[in-house]
């Protein structure tokens, strides 16, 4: 099937949760968040490497996980760009030689399931892009950003949340992350650099355990997945 490479994107400064330190680097159970997410895709058998990338800050810090977790799959640790996106573009240049298939995934977001990522990345390899993604439980209104008043209710049944990993085929990635650049035009995750070609993205359902760690109403429900539904600490 061709090489599998994962980038984990982990440059964020995590504002919103309030604390002196970046979310991702937060105690959770006995280790910081990102190493477990880390420690997820290296325990897949299928993931040839792994590509982090982390404020320029945290470079020789996430190095030292690398080798204090034994994170053998981790080729390479890169400081990330000004955006997100400037960031996953910085990935995709170091994926190895041959690698054809390519997942994109949050560095606060360690228990997606390993049967949805295969899943995500078996339509990956059918469509040429995937996504996960789970629908929307509540009702969503569109709301005027300067009085707050409210303009509109899309119908809920077509509206999803999308998650990570993001899955596609490494040619057509690095294609939608050079136009976007060309044309200086930001997305809003990566399926948004590949709709703009005009190529198809396909949504594949997750679970609402794949949590995006991002404020700290976060922290305890990610404590409770953890000893509870998913991660090794849970028997």
């Known amino acids: ?3 599998l490479g994962v980038i ?9 949760m309030g604390t002196a330190e970046s979310k991702q680097y937060l105690q959770l159970g006995q280790k910081p968040i990102l190493v477990h997410t880390l420690q997820l ?8 490497e792994i ?5 320029a800050d945290d470079v ?57 990522m295969f899943a995500c990345l078996t339509k ?23 009085d707050h008043r409210i303009q509109s209710t899309p119908d809920r049944r077509s509206l999803w949340a999308i998650q990570t990993p993001q899955a596609f085929r490494l040619s057509l990635l690095r294609e ?10 930001m997305g809003t995750d990566d399926a948004s650099l590949v709709e703009r070609l005009g190529a198809a993205v396909h949504v594949v359902e997750g679970d609402y355990y794949n949590i995006k760690i991002t404020t700290p ?13 998913r991660g090794e600490d849970h028997k």
């Open 176 to 185: 939608a992350h050079e136009k976007a650049l060309e044309d200086k035009f």
């Open 41 to 48: 895709f290296q325990n897949i058998h299928e993931v040839d």
């Open 124 to 146: 990956a390899q059918e469509m040429g892009a995937a996504v996960l993604a789970v629908p929307v439980k509540d009702t969503i209104k569109v709301v005027d950003a300067a």
């Open 51 to 55: 590509i982090l990338v982390v404020g």
């Open 60 to 116: 020789s810090r996430c190095n030292g996980y690398v080798t204090s977790y034994a994170l053998t799959k981790v080729t390479c640790v890169l400081a990330g760009g000004a955006e997100r996106q400037d960031s996953v573009r910085r990935g995709l240049h170091f994926l190895q030689e041959g690698t054809q298939w390519v997942l994109v995934h949050d560095g606060v977001r360690p228990f997606v399931k390993k049967e949805h």
């Open 217 to 229: 109403e976060d922290l305890p429900w990610a404590e409770w997945i953890l000893h509870n539904v």
């Open 8 to 16: 984990i994107v982990a440059a964020g400064k995590g504002s919103r």
């Open 1 to 3: 099937m061709g090489k």
